[in-house]
């Protein structure tokens, strides 16, 4: 289908974008990658009067990996996730989790910004972020405010983010060595969103455990994290599968997508085991 008539905006500094959307409210949208907006304003399900790409915008761009953190810019693409050694080295669990989304042409143009920033639960990055414990950065009319990753999803599409604030960056604290990384996930085909999908750091007498696609945010699980840095293993899964609340839908009924979760987060942990060891 074709998208109904909007303005394209093309700004050139964050600045201005803001601008764009203070001045035009909800007829506005900003744009990064695009894969999630433009196939719904195709299908019809969202017309926007307005859209802002972001792609001209420097300040957006960018990987520095520092002694203690990484700071990613809204629109580094996962491709650039992928190939970033520095970024790999610091902290490979974004590499994993970059490798397994969609496919390569999608991993082209899709940015981290755009994934974080939507709020669809099925998406990989945010709970990546959560375990990560990362903070976003958001730009609006009323300056710079910093968000925690696990405050930030409070329903399927609903953020902390106001209507005229931008994602700009993401910073990331290094886990460090003796730190196990992995994620795992399980999806239909290629190109799919995850029926389950588990990202864990273990290591140094720490933990962190997320999951995707489980309910309508991604789930960090305090109880579950502190259960594995304990060392107790089905006590790490049993606690994850009581923070989940999968829906059924034509991935499986809620008891399979349990029972996945589970094969999932236990394969994450023993791979994340390895590493640390």
């Not at 001045?23 to 433009?38: P, Y």
Request: charged share 20%; proline share 5%.
């Amino acid at each position: 289908m074709i998208p109904a008539g909007f303005e394209y905006h093309r700004p050139g500094d964050i600045a201005s974008a803001i601008g764009i959307l203070q001045e035009h409210g909800d007829e506005a949208r900003v744009i990064a990658g695009g894969h999630s907006l433009i196939p719904m304003m195709k299908l019809r399900m969202a017309e926007m009067g307005h859209l802002v790409d972001l792609q001209a915008i420097d300040e957006l761009k960018g990987i520095e990996v520092g002694a203690e953190s990484v700071t990613l810019g809204a629109m580094v693409t996962q491709h650039e996730l992928i190939t970033h050694e520095g970024l790999a080295s610091a902290i490979p669990l974004i590499r994993d989790a970059a490798l397994q989304i969609a496919d390569p042409q999608v991993r082209y143009m899709g940015t981290v910004g755009g994934n974080v920033a939507n709020g669809d639960p099925g998406n990989d990055m945010p709970g990546l972020m959560q375990c990560l414990d990362a903070t976003f950065e958001l730009k609006g009319p009323d300056g710079t405010r910093n968000v925690a990753a696990r405050d930030f999803y409070e329903a399927a599409y609903f953020t902390a983010r106001e209507d005229e604030e931008i994602l700009t960056r993401i910073s990331i604290p290094i886990p460090g060595p003796g730190v196990g990384q992995a994620y795992e996930k399980q999806k239909r085909k290629i190109g799919d969103y995850a029926t389950a999908a588990a990202a864990v750091l273990v290591g140094n007498g720490k933990a962190s455990v997320a999951m995707t696609n489980l309910s309508d945010t991604p789930i960090w699980s305090a109880e579950a994290s502190n259960a594995l840095a304990g060392g107790d293993v089905d006590g790490s899964v049993s606690a994850m599968l009581d923070a989940i609340d999968p829906v059924a839908d034509n991935r499986g009924p809620v008891e399979f997508k349990k029972h996945v979760a589970a094969v999932m987060l236990r394969r994450a942990i023993g791979r994340a085991q390895t590493r640390a060891g």
